[in-house]
């Protein structure tokens, strides 16, 4: 969706374009062997592209599609309806876990320990990449893009328009926001992240 936006936007046509699927690991190996031109990759791979001289960020997806609602947590049946309260208490931890990743984010400090968390949970041969490599965070206070721009409908009408989607799976009656309802004023969440 962000590479068809990405084409539509810079004045090309679709069809000026050999668009191939591949696992983001191989996409490093096309690049360096000259294989493909561009590709759209998530980190580690972007650095690792970087830091081996194959390739440099052209333009960011989030440049290219601001605001765009690219992931978000669903709940089981279980969870959402018969045990809410442990679903209230989940999505608590969460919201704190992802308000410490945002302030730790923006420090050196802060990435340090993250990297230790990391290396702790996923080792990694090299433990400084994960200071250098970006993070997913969700927004602060957690909420849907269901309706704005680049929302889960906009991206539901792209689908259909290029036949990708059929029927309409009337997203509004899925999302459910009572768990996130209180995050604007951060009065309903307390406490440490390790708590």
Same mark, same amino acid.
């Given at each position: ?31 360096? +062997?000259? @294989? /493909?031109?561009?590709? *759209?990759? &998530? ?11 194959? =390739? ?69 041969? +090299?433990? @400084? /990449?994960?200071?250098? *490599?970006? &993070? ?11 309706? =704005? ?47």
């Amino acid at each position: 969706m962000i590479v068809r936006e990405y084409i539509d936007s810079s004045g090309l046509d679709i069809n000026d374009v050999d668009l191939v699927s591949m696992p983001m690991p191989d996409m490093l190996v096309a690049l360096e +062997n000259n @294989a /493909i031109d561009t590709a *759209i990759m &998530l980190d580690p791979f972007t650095t690792f592209a970087i830091k081996r001289g194959i =390739g440099e960020v052209l333009i960011r997806g989030s440049d290219v599609v601001p605001g765009i609602q690219q992931a978000f947590l669903l709940y089981s049946n279980n969870l959402a309806n018969e045990n809410h309260e442990l679903g209230q208490k989940f999505m608590n931890g969460y919201y704190k876990t992802n308000s410490w990743l945002r302030k730790s984010l923006v420090t050196e400090e802060g990435r340090k320990e993250i990297a230790d968390i990391y290396q702790k949970y996923i080792p990694s041969r +090299n433990k @400084a /990449i994960y200071e250098e *490599i970006a &993070l997913s965070v969700a927004v602060e206070d957690l909420s849907i893009n269901v309706d =704005g721009q680049y929302g889960l409908l906009w991206q539901i009408d792209k689908l259909k328009e290029r036949g990708l989607l059929r029927g309409d799976p009337e997203i509004k009656n899925q999302v459910d926001s009572s768990f996130i309802s209180g995050f604007n004023n951060h009065s309903n969440v307390s406490g440490d992240v390790n708590e």
